[in-house]
């Protein structure tokens, strides 16, 4: 019985976690630039 | 003329954007220009562009057909100096062995991230080669530890990146693709549902996805979200109009189209808000892409420039 609350309680509080937010910066294909060109 | 991008101008770019929940990665085809020779001036280029990296944080960069023409070796061992992981689930060195990891996992804002990289498939002067693309994907997507999310760094052509996201099924979630230049076009999402985002050309932009993960549910743009709620705002108004209309007209002819147009409207305007409202879900996971143009309106960070200048003597940039 406990472990049927526990385990509840885990999806509970899973389904209600807060969003999490991150970031990726990327670039990509520099093709050997260093400075500003085109 | 707008000459557009440089290591000193993304300097500067970087330090307004960086963050806590912030990671720098590099998706190739970076370090050579095309046609390169194997001489002093390459090297000395490739070699400062690595440490460049490393300086501005860059954790892991996937090896691409341009950042290999000098060497297996001289890649792996500038990155190393400069604490820059390199990726490539394909490419295998002279004698055989894997060349450099495959993946690896970062955490950030919570999410544990697994990235991928992968070598766009050419036979290099050293001898290293690659392997089939699409088996040593899937090898390498079969065996990663525990994680949130997928991001492929690619270096093949756009068209094979498409190609291998979409063999590639729910295991990915993002294709950031360093293949060819062709232009940034809006991010595309391939059947299967990962994401496909071009990484940039000739350095002159930085890319910025951002990632709100509120459960296991499919990627929604959230400048498709902004579009599909002007939309059905839009629908709203053609349907009030409609309805105006239908309540003064008297002709049965025209009440009759005029019921039908409404109907048809409003069976567009449900399946706009269903979309809308799937991406607004609490378990929806979120992204946006965006690009930040280095023009000549982001000033160059001074120190950098100074060296960029040992490299490039021609920047005769004003800021």
Known sequence: ????????????????????????LFAGDDGGEVAPCG | MNPTGGLAR????????????????????????????????????????????????TKLMAAGPADLELGVDFLSGQAKRAGVSVLSCNLEKKDGTQAFPGSTVLSVGGLKVAFVGLTGERLFKDGARTRPAKEALLAELGKLPPHDLTVLLSTASYLVSSGLAVEAKAKLDFVIDAGEPR?????????????LVAAGQKGQQLGKLSLDVGGPGPWADLDAVT??????QFLDSQLKTLKDRLAQAKDASAKAQLQQTVKELEKRRAEQQK?????????????????????????????????VLKIEPTYAGSH
């Open chain 2, 183 to 195: 232009g940034i076009p809006p991010p595309q999402k391939v059947e299967g549902g990962a994401v």
């Open chain 2, 227 to 232: 579009r599909d709620g002007q939309a059905v």
């Open chain 2, 10 to 57: 993304r300097k500067t770019v970087l330090k307004e954007l960086s963050g806590a929940d912030t990671l720098l990665v590099e998706a190739g085809n970076a370090l050579t220009r095309p046609g390169a020779t194997d001489d002093a001036p390459t090297r000395e280029r490739a070699a400062f562009i690595v440490r460049t990296f490393g300086g501005l944080g």
């Open chain 1, 1 to 24: 019985m406990k472990r049927v609350l526990l385990a509840t309680l885990l999806a509970a509080s899973s389904a209600f976690a807060a969003p999490k937010h991150a970031t990726i």
């Open chain 2, 275 to 307: 979309a809308l409202d799937a991406a607004q879900a609490p378990s929806a996971r979120k992204f946006r892409v965006e690009y930040r143009v280095l023009d000549a309106s982001v000033k160059d960070d001074e120190a950098l420039k100074q060296e």
